[in-house]
């Protein structure tokens, strides 16, 4: 959910049912990308698994630069399983030959 004006886009809220893990690694995301000037989350209540998150851009829209920093996130995470699968896969073919 977006809480934000209509007038201006480059400055909205979005609430999300998610925790810190996310919320975290969107805030790390967004602060890396230069349109936005400020970017933070708060938790409102510990019991709730609930986050909002807020972001002010130097003019895009802030709809558009949260989803543009989840897709960033999305190839991070796949960057690191990717290099995560060849390590396993590596130490295998290496243990596999030193058992012989």
Known sequence: MEHG???DQ???TFSLAEDHTLANALRFTLNQDPRVSVCGYSI???SEARVNIRVQTTGDPAKEVLKDSCQDL???CQH???T???AVADFKNNNGSESE
């Open 5 to 7: 004006s209509y007038k």
């Open 10 to 12: 480059s400055a909205s």
């Open 44 to 46: 409102p209540h510990p």
């Open 74 to 76: 999305m190839m991070i």
């Open 80 to 82: 690191v399983r990717s």
């Open 84 to 86: 995560f699968d060849q």
